[in-house]
């Protein structure tokens, strides 16, 4: 039988104060981890992105107009 978020609720519940801070530090620390991660794969990105302009090999579009496509794209696929 596998533990459910359920169960994990009901034991964080009858942790003491001082458990339950060591307890939120700990997923704090899960979510920083997680955000590192995620803003390392962002700044590949970006930097993949700023090559393409600067080599030219990237399509630019005008703001207004790649707007407008998004909205005309988004009205085609709720008619």
């Known amino acids: 039988m596998s533990i459910t978020l359920a169960d994990y ?9 001082d458990e339950r801070e060591i307890a939120a530090a700990v997923l704090q620390g899960v979510e920083d981890a997680e955000q590192a991660e995620i803003d ?4 590949v990105e970006i930097k993949q992105r700023a090559a393409e302009i600067q080599n030219g090999s990237a399509r630019l579009v005008n703001g207004r ?6 909205r005309a794209e988004l009205l085609a696929r709720h008619s």
């Open 65 to 70: 107009v790649g707007l407008d496509q998004i």
């Open 9 to 17: 609720i009901r034991a964080g519940t009858a942790l003491d104060p």
């Open 40 to 43: 390392a794969a962002w700044e």
